[in-house]
């Protein structure tokens, strides 16, 4: 009897054992079998992985930080899924869809063009915008061809495995003569400025690459389109798991219809101008009924930091036109357009209140200008300064190395502004510190407030004149105060009078 019951406990143990490995087994397999998706590893992550390309069109460094056209967009899909964008550089076209079918990266989104043969390695979006390819000839050098059959027997460049050869290929079918030059290491930029130069009959560039950069090459002008209009999109891994990417065709729909994708498009597409005639019948207008108001604090404030008033009024006048209320697309804001992060490292908690603002902006600009090497002097350290306040000490630094390295003098304005525009194009800031910037950006911010300086000169001493000449009655002050009647008598408000549109002397314009 003992026997028996020590086999049956024997055997009912080997059973349980049996039983629980099973389960656990089970367990394991089920548990492996479940595998999260991609949308699903990004939010665990807590990361987005993107593979782009620093550039004009894509993303560089601005005065704040990251910027660009394909940097907003993606910051705003990485904040929409509360993750880090994290972006890694990447130079060839070609190298960054091996990357993305490889699976090093979530996605790219670099400018990427929808062609057929890329279609069949990686998985697109929805476009979010739609380009052409044009054609571009020097306007002064020769009339504009009208056809492709006016291309045959010319030079005509294109960026080498671009989707412009694609093109260019599809027309040799019904223009078997057509020929070109592929150029590898070169941008559109570098393209526009041979064709400004007179260096190459013609070059094919993206629409969206010829309006960013058409008012530095004015001579490359457009002469007629060789494609339909093509979309770009982000690209994605082919998989059959497309929980990424129907997030980001989610996003794409949304900042469409609520609007913001139109005006991210307008923001970095629309070029900076420079002070025209136009410019500057606005600016009479203002002087006589903005800058009033301001003048008291705008004298303050420079007199705190040690600055010329006039010129801290000018500085105001380029960023938003003496309104109080001004605002950009990218979020700067008020008189001085101080970005959040600038307003909190000056101590301004209110950028639309007119007078932290002109304080929080004098102590910005005191700052950039004790940043400035004590070997720049004199006025070039004052228009570096400038120019630092519109792109950012980095890039104005790059360009003042690429100017020694060049064997110009980096202490000397009219120097540096030369190399400034190089940050632009590929081989040169490829090799700097902080990457591509719209150089030519801080030139003509430079220039422009410059100009609005000597105009706003112009304007005090002339009202200063004209106060000399009439100085104020005794009827004009309240016999119990002495003080001007109805408020202070200010110099800057000169009477219709003496002062109108037409006494401008537009020569005054001129490039500085």
């Not at 009924?289 to 404030?301: D, Q």
Request: a negative charge.
């Amino acid at each position: 009897m003992e026997i028996s019951k020590r086999k049956t406990k024997r055997n009912f143990s080997f059973s349980h054992l049996f039983k629980s490995l099973l389960l656990i087994g089970i367990c394991m397999m089920l548990e492996r079998s479940y595998q999260p998706d991609t949308l699903e590893q990004v939010l665990t992550e807590g990361q987005l992985r993107v593979i782009s390309r620093n550039g004009a069109t894509t993303y560089y460094e601005g005065s704040d930080g990251l910027t660009g056209f394909e940097y907003s967009l993606l910051k705003g899909f990485a904040d929409d899924l509360g993750v880090e964008l994290v972006i890694e550089d990447e130079d060839s076209f070609n190298h960054i869809l091996h990357l993305v079918t490889a699976g090093d990266h979530h996605l790219a989104a670099a400018g990427i063009t929808v062609t057929p043969a890329r279609s069949k390695k990686v998985q697109f979006t929805t476009p979010y915008m739609d380009v052409t390819q044009q054609l571009i000839y020097n306007a002064r050098q020769q009339p504009a061809p009208t056809t492709v059959a006016d291309l045959i027997g010319k030079d005509l460049l294109v960026i080498a495995e671009s989707a412009h050869v694609e093109q260019l290929l599809k027309l040799r079918e019904t223009y078997p003569d057509l020929r070109w030059r592929e150029v590898q290491e070169l941008e559109m930029i570098d393209l526009m400025e041979i064709i400004h130069s007179g260096k190459a009959d013609y070059a094919i560039v993206d629409s969206n690459s010829f309006d960013i950069n058409k008012h530095a090459f004015p001579r490359a002008q457009v002469a007629f389109e060789i494609s339909e209009a093509q979309p770009l999109a982000w690209a994605f891994p082919k998989s059959s798991d497309t929980s990424l990417l129907n997030a980001a065709e989610a996003y794409l729909e949304r900042i469409q219809e609520n609007g913001t994708l139109a005006k991210t498009i307008e923001y970095f597409y629309q070029p900076v101008g420079e002070v025209t005639t136009v410019d500057a019948l606005f600016l009479s207008y203002r002087l006589e009924n903005r800058l009033p108001g301001l003048t008291k604090t705008l004298k303050e404030a420079a007199a705190a930091y040690d600055l010329d008033w006039e010129l801290l009024a000018a500085i105001s006048y380029q960023e938003s036109h003496w309104n109080p209320k001004a605002k950009s697309r990218t979020g700067v804001r008020g008189l001085m357009m101080l970005t959040l992060a600038t307003a909190g490292e000056v101590g301004v908690s209110n950028r639309n209140d007119p007078e932290q603002s002109i304080y929080g902006g004098a102590k910005y600009f005191r700052n950039l200008l004790d940043r400035i090497p004590e070997r720049v002097t004199g006025e070039d350290r004052v228009f570096m300064a400038l120019a630092a306040y519109n792109v950012g000490m980095g890039h104005l630094e790059d360009a003042r190395v690429l100017t020694e390295s060049h064997g110009d003098d980096p202490t000397q304005w009219s120097d540096v502004r030369k190399y400034l525009p190089l940050l632009a194009k590929r081989q040169y800031y490829s090799k700097t510190k902080h990457g591509y910037a719209r150089g030519w950006e801080p030139v003509t911010y430079v220039k422009n407030v410059r100009n609005y300086h000597k105009i706003l000169a112009w304007y005090v001493t002339h009202g200063e004149r004209r106060l000399a000449a009439n100085p104020p009655r005794e009827e004009d002050y309240e016999s119990d105060t002495g003080e001007p009647a109805g408020g202070q008598i200010d110099i800057l408000a000169p009477s219709k009078s003496t002062f109108t549109h037409s006494s401008f002397n537009t020569s005054s314009l001129s490039v500085l």
